[in-house]
Nanobody, 124 residues
Framework: QVRLVESGGGLMQAGGSLRLSCAAS????????MAWFRQAPGKEREFVAV????????RYADSVKGRFSISRDNAKNTMYLQMNSLKPEDTAAYYC?????????????????WGQGTQVTVSS
């Protein structure tokens, strides 16, 4: 059982930056993928970005492309989400997730493990 813990959320003005971290309790073996999802109040959880375990493949939602950057440090069992040029519509709870199969899917049902989430609030 892999436990995921997010950190780095907070309150930021529009145009600012935040970096989220997701620490895994242990190293996941095999071709896994890790992703960020977000959920705003009253809305469904939506895909943000995903990275393959090797770090050579990433995928982003159109809404964050060019502003957000996903990365990972396998030595630290940690994944990051650098968020720049934040907008009020980025306000949401952000969750990290791990897919043991490494499918790189944007469907949340593909993911086996989830963190508890960290809140990001962007004021205008």
């Amino acid at each position: 059982q892999v436990r995921l813990v997010e950190s780095g959320g907070g309150l930021m003005q529009a145009g600012g930056s935040l970096r989220l971290s997701c620490a895994a309790s242990e190293r996941a073996f095999g071709p896994y993928a890790m992703a960020w999802f977000r959920q705003a109040p009253g809305k469904e959880r939506e895909f943000v970005a995903v990275i393959r375990w090797s770090g050579d493949t990433t995928r982003y939602a159109d809404s964050v492309k060019g502003r957000f950057s996903i990365s990972r440090d396998n030595a630290k069992n940690t994944m990051y989400l650098q968020m720049n040029s934040l907008k009020p519509e980025d306000t949401a709870a952000y969750y990290c997730a791990l897919d043991r199969a490494g499918s790189m899917m944007i469907d949340s049902r593909a993911y086996d493990y989830w963190g508890q989430g960290t809140q990001v609030t962007v004021s205008s």
